[in-house]
């Protein structure tokens, strides 16, 4: 799959940018919710597999101690983690509309004590770099 000329390359998360001669390990570009995802994919792999040592070149020095691409893609992760949850907060106090279809009926929209709207997500901008709404109740 690939997202403005980002590659996903993994599951759920491990995305490295094209390069001019292929694809670069920099996730300069990518979104918060992005870098957040790359950081998980890699705690994955610390938590999942035996170690057998640090790739040296941007992310980490010859001695194999963090540089500061990756203490900046982890406070970027960091970050989006932070607006995650910043966008759950807020998407609680207006709670999301029911919805159901049939073949029969079609799409029916509705809220229990109030009326169904159509609303932007604000933090979605900064997590993903795109706007997108969400059917809200109020």
Do not use: H
Request: hydrophobic share 30%; with cysteine.
């Amino acid at each position: 799959m690939t997202i403005n000329n980002k590659t996903i390359v993994v599951n759920d998360g491990v995305q490295f940018q094209e390069g001019g001669d292929g694809l670069t390990d920099s996730l300069r570009g990518l979104s918060s919710s992005n870098v957040k995802s790359v950081v998980e994919w890699r705690d994955f792999y610390f938590r999942s597999y035996k170690f057998v040592g640090k790739l040296v070149g941007r992310y980490y020095d010859n001695q194999g101690n963090p540089t500061k691409y990756l203490k900046g893609a982890e406070a970027k992760a960091a970050r989006g983690a932070q607006l995650l949850e910043k966008q759950k907060t807020e998407e609680a106090k207006q709670p999301s509309c029911n919805s159901k279809w049939s073949q029969e009926e079609g799409e029916e929209v509705w809220c229990d004590d109030s009326c169904p709207r159509l609303v932007q997500r604000p933090q979605e901008i900064a997590l993903t770099g795109k706007i997108s709404k969400r059917c809200a109740c109020f």
